[in-house]
């Protein structure tokens, strides 16, 4: 809601919206993302186990995302990238998605499927587990998991395709599975997904609308599931 000077820390407790979660105490370092206070960012990047890339929807990667990167890169900070603000005009799940390729050489794997975009943007689909989840309530706190609708359905199938075969790039015990034509459970997909972004040989990209509540959760899931305890 503005932007951030100092880096602020704190923490919160996460019991996660799926069932295996045990309760993780997760501690918060905000840094700035602003362009001059870059020795701040490094600071805190010298102690952050974890960190997730906060990246415009509409924007993208934006040259204070570069100076950032580089920083994490520097310190082997793995990351998770979060594609904000999917409510505004303009916004582009799979555009930023492709700018992590082209402008910071990641290997950026999508796991979500936004339903909708801009004014029209309804919740999100895990597609690792094939589930939709909607955010309702005037601050997203209420979370209603669905199976997804019908005309996502293709889509979803097709992206938990791209996942596996997205990880099963840069990890041999998925990528094994995967050539021998093998069923790949949930499990062991979270498994390879955690061990490839431990490695920083791939950056998971999910996305949200933080101001709205929506997609945070599925977020602090992924922290508790594919970063650094």
Not at 52 to 74: P, Y
Not at 207 to 228: E, I, R, T, W
Request: net charge negative; with cysteine.
């Amino acid at each position: 809601k503005g932007i951030t000077i100092q880096s602020a820390a704190t923490y919160c407790i996460w019991r996660g919206s799926k069932e295996q979660l045990p309760d993780h105490n997760i501690n918060i370092i905000d840094t700035p993302g602003h362009v001059d206070f870059t020795i701040e960012v490094e600071r805190a990047l010298r102690v952050l186990d974890g960190a997730i890339l906060v990246l415009d929807s509409g924007k993208g990667v934006q040259s204070q995302s570069i100076t950032v990167d580089r920083q994490m890169k520097r310190y082997r900070v793995p990351r998770i990238a979060y594609v904000n603000k999917m409510d505004n005009p303009g916004a582009n799940y799979d555009r930023v998605a492709e700018m992590l390729k082209e402008k910071l050489q990641h290997h950026p794997v999508k796991l979500q499927v936004p339903m909708g975009s801009e004014d029209k943007f309804e919740g999100i689909i895990d597609a690792v587990t094939g589930r939709a989840y909607f955010f309702d309530g005037a601050n997203g706190e209420n979370i209603r998991e669905t199976d997804p609708p019908a005309e996502y359905v293709e889509a979803t199938k097709i992206r938990r395709e791209e996942i596996i075969e997205g990880v099963a790039e840069v990890d041999d015990q998925l990528a094994e599975k995967f050539l021998n034509g093998d069923e790949v459970t949930t499990d062991e997909l979270r498994a390879a997904i955690r061990r490839a972004t431990l490695a920083l040989k791939m950056t998971p990209v999910m996305c949200g609308s933080a101001f709205k509540n929506k997609g945070v959760q599925l977020l602090l899931d992924a922290v508790c599931m594919y970063l650094p305890n």
